[in-house]
């Protein structure tokens, strides 16, 4: 498992792995939003919590479908189905490489993006932790819409559309996180929810995934 | 070490291949023949566990196959060595399994080189070396010399040999003469399958829309 996660992270940061593809779409979502609607507080303040999940999701989405599909195009999904390592395993790699390289960057980068956005600094701490703890679910049900549409042609439509009603809950209660958490308030709901969505999707889909690349691969 | 009963594979919900029955002994090669189209690679990929078979058994321990498709599996901006390395350590061998296939197919001078600068050939070795460094005893070979020069067959060849004298097992499909004094060639012609008008099995529905 070690020597996958290492592989996939290695291949991920050389020339044209797509590390910095979502961080790169994130910083544009968040640097174009107040060039477009303007640079008031009183307009972007409300809105950043919103803004900032939803750049973080689609950033997420950008880059699902190179999951499974790379592997799936040079045999080597053929050749992981059939050595040692349980395709569970896999998907839960897959997965977590995903989010080492999507998810996590876009955590640590956040605060920056939300001081462009009018963030009260009381926020920056429940901007942060509840990206950490969404985006896990993020990169797990994605995993698991790559692996329903691996063998596809042109797959990423059919994948966007099967994955966005999964992503609304950790959507609706990421941005609620933020937004109590601006305004002062308990924060403690959205925020086990969350934790939930993110604990279930870890616990669960991959096993999901693998029973879909299992049917994929026939 | 691998013996088949009676099997009948599908691709595509349909029946390519039926009442294929044969064994295999260590030390034991099977080359498999017919005309494209036939179900060498289905039955192949029955065998490896990709797909379930349609009726009949498989009796041979999972653990023990390792298959080698069409495509290498080669990652392209990793290196020869890091390609390699990275199947070892899952098939949970060491470094020097590693060093003997490099050894084997005559890779070491290109160890640094990263897959996608090495020649369709140069891949194709780089893709048969994986099933040194995977230490399974029965290899089931897809088309596995396409794309290789003559001295890079002959590399291939005396690989086979050496693992099949080791107690090994390998199951090709070619249409190349590998001069395997032991291999036993199997014509899969007589083997395919008759369609549901005449009695064959017409074959889940469904299947072709999985």
């Known amino acids: ?218 | 070490m691998l013996s088949l009963s009676n099997l009948t594979v599908a691709r595509g919900g349909i029946a390519v291949l039926e009442g294929v029955s044969l064994s295999l002994g260590a030390g034991e090669a099977l080359v498999l023949r017919g005309p494209n189209g036939l179900g060498k690679t289905t039955l192949l990929r029955t065998i490896a566990g990709l797909q379930p078979a349609m009726a009949g058994e498989i009796h041979a321990d999972p653990e023990s196959l390792v298959y080698a498709s069409h495509a290498d599996g080669l990652k392209p901006t990793l290196t020869v060595q890091e390609n390699l390395t990275f199947w070892a350590s899952v098939f949970g061998q060491g470094q020097a399994a590693v060093t003997a296939a490099l050894r084997a197919m005559d890779l070491e001078k290109l160890t640094d080189r990263p897959a996608q600068n090495l020649s369709a050939g140069q891949k194709r070795r780089l893709g048969l070396a994986r099933l040194l460094v995977t230490g399974r005893p029965v290899w089931l070979l897809d088309e596995p010399t396409v794309s290789l020069d003559a001295a890079s067959v002959g590399l291939f060849a005396a690989m086979v040999k050496r693992h099949l004298a080791s107690g090994g097992a390998a199951v090709l499909a070619t249409h190349i003469d590998l001069g395997l004094e032991t291999a036993t060639v199997l014509d899969l012609s007589p083997f395919r399958a008759r369609p549901p008008s005449e009695g064959g099995m017409g074959g889940a529905f469904d299947e072709a829309f999985l």
Do not use: Q
């Open chain 1, 1 to 218: 498992m070690l020597a996958l996660l290492i592989r996939d992270l290695r291949i991920s940061v050389r020339a044209g792995g797509g590390f910095g593809l979502g961080l790169g779409f994130f910083l544009i979502i968040c640097i174009l939003v107040p060039l477009g609607v303007g640079p008031e507080r009183e307009v972007l303040a409300p809105a950043a919590p919103g803004i900032l999940w939803v750049g973080a999701l689609l950033a997420c989405l950008l880059s699902l479908d190179r999951i499974f599909a790379l592997d799936h195009e040079d045999g080597s999904l053929d050749l992981l189905a059939t050595a040692p390592l349980p395709l569970e395993a896999v998907a839960f790699i897959k997965a977590l490489v995903h989010w080492m390289t999507t998810g996590l960057p876009l955590v640590l980068i956040s605060p920056l993006l939300g001081v462009l956005l009018h963030l009260p600094d009381a926020a920056m701490g429940w901007l942060m932790l509840s990206l950490l703890l969404g985006t896990p679910a993020l990169s797990v049900i994605g995993a698991f819409g790559a692996a329903l549409t691996v063998g596809l042609r042109r797959g990423g439509l059919l994948l966007s559309l099967l994955v966005l009603p999964l992503y609304m809950p950790t959507l609706i209660f990421g941005a609620e996180v933020i937004r109590r958490g601006a305004l002062g308030m308990d924060v403690s709901t959205p925020l086990a929810l969350l934790a939930g969505i993110s604990l279930g999707s870890v616990a669960l889909l991959p096993f999901a995934a693998a029973a879909a690349l299992r049917i994929n691969l026939r």
